[in-house]
């Protein structure tokens, strides 16, 4: 059907290959169909990957599965299994599996290992060296040794490492027949010292090329962190060429780099998911630095950035004058991390010998562990300086601000590489007190016209603020003006460094950060937090040295404030309230200011949650808006235009209005609308010889997108072109935005990326402007100090603990589902009927398209509604949102809603 996905089927049964484990999934048409079908993966065994389609299958035993656990699949949806265990089925994703059968893991580990380490590889799970060492112990004791080193080597590690190479060439834009071929020209085996050691054969490592190469060393090397099986050093597997390093210069170009050059030339080696991810922002610095004290002995010319990620072996460190090492502090003590700081130690002994640094990435909501000096590795003594990345989150910050923080992380590596190379008086100083072997922190303030130096402090140091203790002769102070590399003259910026010993001084750092709020109500200076008053909320935190108190007057009441270095949890709030304490990390602005209108106790906007759990219920509740990348969008009015000119086409009542803002209607208006169609409904009709998709291609673009690619969105696609169930309408709500604002949407609208749809009737505006969801929505945004801070389906709406006394209808069809008050109490439905008359939708051309936030419903209807929700999870209409959320993840906690 037009509109719909190439193919579309419903997984209605399966095929048990053993009493327990996996079965064979089983597609169908529809409850009528006497044909069965199976899926096949983009990438073959890889359960991470996406249908790609589906093949008849003839088979005997299919086992029907039960009406409300059918899924309706589509080609580009992840791939679906289905599990047997203890007499029930389950049936989903790997993640989803994985959820369902939480409960149920410590008995899967001792009569199923073998099982429950695939269902974990599949989902992404953490704790697979426990679970795989418990696999081996299985097989060993039923089988023998032997057994148990054949499963661990040709099994296990050498079908997951397959895999690997099957996702590298498929990226490459190879079919997945070829790609299962080229796999199989893996070969592992294992040495004398009991380590695997892994062989690309006959023409693999050509056919993968150099950077495939390299993209399989990480892979294998993050394998081997994963399970605990020991590899080979990847780098000496016979016949393989060394990657292929990436070098790039001004504006991140590739560069050729010539040996004498060799003091402009920075190594940075990437590891780490975080450290990856920083990876794609790095370029090399476009000034260099006149020294305000100048250095004979330093080199001009402009810093090259050779970059690594997660190498199985470093090149010749004696051709860099400096290696950066950016790292998360998960990897920083596994074995892999201590390989290659053994390299660097053995490389860096001799005369020419670089500048090591270490660069620690940023956990969103608390500080580095490394920075903070609450965890040690053997790593440290092997470098120079750890350099103070925390110091980009700081409010004096003088980089640019509209980063993110990884970007920013990013240009203060590139900042550390062009002050640290060509011999520079601050190279210089590292190298030459090389033997003291002390842990030395490098703060760095780049591009700053302020006056002063205070963008050197950071949470984990006061570096450039006045008034800290310490003797001068511990640290040593770097400046610098920076001049373009494209013109001679010096530009206005400068720069500082500071070199001294790791020691935090957060009451300082935390006093200036407070004031630099500019806050509308007196604070005091910063004092040491009692301990004895707050233990107990102290005793909660990661990092209780790097918080701070404050005695303040918002609103003219006085208060004691609880300043943190980490987002605190929610016990520490409540901890900290007890004693009449409220407790912010610093960087959040927005409940420091907002403190004179806040309830007490205060829930702070930045709140380290519990993972949530998703629950089953929730599922294809709220739903994205299409991807940009899935439809054709057309104005109106050359739409109306084709309609009348083209011949007979599906494709003309294949649209949708297409709405992009919450405020501004497309629909309707001839002359200002947008049309969307399906890119998949055109390809389809174009393979179908319908002639009026080249007459569309004279009013619109058609030209991008393969004519075989699948919907990047495909479900959301399918979801957004159904309609409502009879009774229902469909709603839209902006993402990320607090207080949520909330509008009707007529049947024929389709909706931007950026908002959420939800279908029911009067329950979705009472339950989704509620003080429940803003309390927890709020609770679980993804925040950015660099964009806007948005939900997400996973996190925001499946887990949102959904009170039992509302109904949700699945579609199975649709893909989509559909809340309804349901069993709702009489005074609450009535208020519901109250509220649905407010939110339909305008029939005629009317700008007012009814956005509606809480505070514009009928006075008493909302009081009356946040009431009945409260009472159905258990609390009075006075509770604060602290204890709201409280009970909202004791409710989500227990899986039931």
């Known amino acids: ?75 580009g949806d992840p791939w679906h299994d289905v599990v047997l265990w203890n007499g029930q089925v389950y049936v989903g994703t790997p993640h989803d599996l994985a959820e369902q059968l939480n409960t149920q893991i410590s008995e899967l580990a001792i009569s199923a290992p073998l099982t429950l380490l695939d269902l974990l590889m599949a989902s992404g799970a953490s704790d697979l060296r426990a679970r795989q060492k418990a696999a081996f112990e299985h097989v060993e004791k039923n089988w023998g040794a032997d057994a148990a080193a054949r499963w661990q080597s040709d099994m296990f590690a050498r079908h997951q490492l397959m895999i690997e190479i099957r996702r590298i060439v498929a990226a490459a834009g190879a079919a997945a027949a070829h790609a299962a071929d080229i796999a199989r020209l893996l070969e592992v085996d294992r040495t004398a010292s009991g380590r695997l050691r892994v062989r690309l054969t006959g023409p693999l490592p050509d056919l993968l090329g150099q950077q495939g190469l390299a993209d399989f060393v990480a892979r294998a090397t993050a394998f081997s962190d994963a399970t605990g099986i020991e590899l080979e050093p990847l780098s000496f597997i016979a016949g393989q060429p060394e990657p292929e390093w990436r070098t790039i210069g001004v504006g991140g170009e590739p560069q050729t780099v010539r040996d004498h050059e060799r003091g402009h030339r920075v190594l940075v080696i990437l590891s780490g998911v975080r450290a990856r991810a920083l990876g794609r922002h790095l370029k090399a610095p476009d000034w260099r630095a006149v020294w305000d004290e100048p250095d004979k002995g330093a080199a001009e010319g402009a810093v090259r950035l050779t970059v690594l990620q997660d190498p199985g072996k470093l090149p010749a460190l004696e051709k860099f ?46 500080p580095s562990g490394l920075l903070a000096g609450v965890e040690r590795t053997p790593l440290t003594p092997t470098f120079d300086a750890i350099i103070d990345t925390s110091a980009v989150r700081s409010p004096f910050w003088s980089g640019n601000s509209k980063r993110s923080i990884d970007r920013r992380v990013a240009d203060l590596v590139a900042a550390a590489a062009a002050v640290c190379a060509g011999g520079s008086p601050l190279a210089r100083v590292l190298t030459g007190e090389r033997h003291l072997r002390q842990r030395l922190i490098l703060s760095l303030d780049v591009g700053s016209r302020r006056r002063g130096r205070i963008g050197l402090a950071s949470e984990v140091s006061a570096a450039g603020i006045d008034g800290r203790g310490g003797a001068s002769g511990e640290t040593r102070r770097f400046l610098w003006t920076m001049v373009s590399n494209a013109r001679s003259a010096p530009g206005s910026d400068r720069g500082a460094a500071e070199l001294g010993l790791q020691q935090t001084d957060f009451r300082l750092f935390a006093d200036a950060a407070v004031r630099a709020m500019s806050l509308p109500y007196a604070v005091g200076e910063a004092f040491p937090v009692p301990e004895t008053e707050v233990a107990s909320a102290l005793s909660t935190l990661q990092f209780p040295h790097l918080s701070a108190a404050f005695k303040a007057e918002p609103g003219g ?48 906007d930045d709140v380290a949650m519990p993972r949530p759990i998703r629950l089953a219920r929730n599922r294809a509740l709220a739903v994205r808006g299409v991807d940009p990348r899935d439809v054709v969008r057309i104005s109106a009015k050359a739409f109306d235009g084709w309609r009348r000119e083209a011949g007979p086409s599906e494709l003309k009542e294949a649209y949708r209005w297409y709405r992009s803002s919450l405020d501004q209607p497309s629909r309707g208006f001839r002359e200002t609308g947008t049309i969307a169609l399906p890119l998949a409904a055109l390809r389809e009709a174009e393979l179908n010889g319908d002639t009026a998709v080249s007459d569309l291609g004279a009013h619109v673009d ?78 679980t945004l993804t925040r950015s100090p660099s964009w806007t801070s948005r939900f997400s389906v996973t996190r925001t709406f499946e887990t949102f603990p959904i009170p039992v006394q509302f109904t949700i209808v699945s579609d199975a069809g649709a893909g989509r589902a559909s809340l309804t008050s349901g069993h709702a109490p009489r005074d609450l439905r009535q208020l519901i009927d109250d509220l649905q008359e407010d939110f339909r939708p305008s029939e005629g ?38 204890a709201i959320l409280e009970r909202l993840v004791e409710i989500n906690r227990s899986g039931a809603s």
């Open 702 to 779: 058609l030209s991008r997108g393969r004519p075989d690619a699948l919907p990047k969105r495909s479900s959301d696609l399918r979801a957004s072109w159904s309609r409502p169930f009879a009774g229902s309408r469909r709603f839209v709500l902006e993402d990320g935005r607090l207080p949520v604002r909330l509008a009707p949407l007529h049947e024929d609208e389709v909706v931007a990326q950026k908002f959420f749809t939800i279908d029911g009737d009067g329950a979705v505006p009472a339950l989704f402007l509620s003080r429940l969801f803003r309390v927890w929505a709020g609770a």
């Open 321 to 366: 004058g400096a290696v950066i090492w950016v790292a998360d502090d998960e990897v920083l003590g596994n074995r892999h991390a201590a390989e290659i700081r053994d390299q660097i130690r053995r490389d860096s002994a001799g005369r020419e010998k670089p500048v090591l640094l270490l660069a620690p990435t940023l956990p969103t909501q608390r």
């Open 1 to 75: 059907m037009i509109g719909e996905p190439l193919t579309a089927l419903r997984l209605s049964g399966y095929v048990p290959l053993k009493a327990e484990g996996f079965a064979l999934p089983c597609y169908s048409s529809g409850p009528l169909s006497n044909r069965w079908y199976c899926a096949v993966c983009t990438i073959d065994g890889d359960h991470r990957a996406c249908i790609a389609g589906f093949e008849p299958f003839d088979a005997e035993g299919v086992v029907l599965l039960p009406t409300s656990q059918e899924h309706p699949v589509a080609a």
């Open 845 to 882: 051309l009317s700008l007012d398209q009814d956005a509606r936030t809480a505070a514009d419903e009928p006075p008493g209807v909302r009081d009356g509604i946040d009431a009945s929700l409260l009472r159905m999870i258990g609390l009075e209409q006075e509770a604060d949102d602290l």
């Open 557 to 604: 009441v006085p208060r004691h404030l609880l300043v943190t270095a980490e987002a605190p949890n929610l016990v520490a709030v409540r901890e900290a309230a007890k004693e009449g304490w409220t407790m912010l990390r610093y960087t959040d602005v927005s409940t420091a200011r907002d403190l004179p209108r806040r309830q007490q106790p205060v829930l702070p």
